[in-house]
Antibody, heavy 124, light 107 residues
Framework: QVQLVQSGAEVKKPGASVKVSCKAS????????IHWVRQAPGQGLEWMGI????????TYAQKFRGRVTMTRDTSTSTVYMELSSLKSEDTAVYYC?????????????????WGQGTMVIVSS | DIQMTQSPSSLSASVGDRVTITCRAS??????LNWYQQKLGKAPKVLIY???SLQSGVSSRFSGSGSGTDFTLTISSLQPEDFATYYC?????????FGQGTKVEIK
């Protein structure tokens, strides 16, 4: 069965960086892109970016460009999301989610499996 | 960026009620629209993809309709386990964007 298992909660000081991992299992790791989505306390869902585990290419939301880096380790089927220069507003639950294209030309996609979420608290 | 606007932001309904949630995109997104359900403290779960397709394993009381800019999620007969927050999301372009959510509460 498909599973995405994320690393545990983190507490960081403003200005620091955090690196969250997302370990995939139950499918061929390189066949599906991985998205990162975050959710601040009591707020909605915010898309951060997407990575292709096969070639390592990434696309980031404009809001996070320059602060976010998504990488992968194909030997362990793990994707990483690192966010730097943390601010209190970055306090949120961070999710990884598997991309599932739904048209034959790979256009259109849904997030069909999600990690359990990683709480990141930024506080002095 | 494509803006997604849901209405209402919250609603109260009783078990057995028919519930409709709407989602409007700021520009045409064809049928590149997904619906998610999120329960408190849990990750979202996809219910409907490509505007009208039911995700495998999801109850048939959930249905989706629409194309272009206007979309609807309908729950035909609300069950106790359906009390949650629902989000629409477009996959027409990057960045992917979500509606602000609709919280369905018990009346």
């Amino acid at each position: 069965q498909v599973q995405l298992v994320q690393s545990g909660a983190e507490v960081k000081k403003p200005g620091a960086s955090v690196k969250v991992s997302c370990k995939a299992s139950g499918y061929t790791f390189t066949r599906n892109y991985i998205h990162w989505v975050r959710q601040a306390p009591g707020q909605g869902l915010e898309w951060m970016g997407i990575m292709n585990p096969s070639g390592g290419s990434t696309t980031y939301a404009q809001k996070f460009r320059g602060r976010v880096t998504m990488t992968r380790d194909t030997s362990t089927s793990t994707v990483y999301m690192e966010l730097s220069s943390l601010k209190s507003e970055d306090t949120a639950v961070y999710y990884c989610a598997r991309d599932a294209p739904y048209y034959s030309d790979d256009s259109g996609d849904a997030f069909d499996f999600w990690g359990q979420g990683t709480m990141v608290i930024v506080s002095s | 960026d494509i803006q997604m606007t849901q209405s209402p932001s919250s609603l109260s309904a009783s078990v057995g009620d028919r519930v409709t949630i709407t989602c409007r995109a700021s520009e045409s997104i064809d049928t590149y629209l997904n619906w998610y359900q999120q329960k408190l403290g849990k990750a979202p779960k996809v219910l409907i993809y490509a505007a009208t397709s039911l995700q495998s394993g999801v109850s048939s009381r959930f249905s989706g309709s629409g194309s272009g800019t206007d979309f609807t999620l309908t729950i035909s007969s609300l069950q106790p386990e359906d009390f949650a927050t629902y989000y629409c999301q477009q996959s027409y372009s990057t960045p992917r964007t979500f509606g602000q959510g609709t919280k369905v509460e018990i009346k």
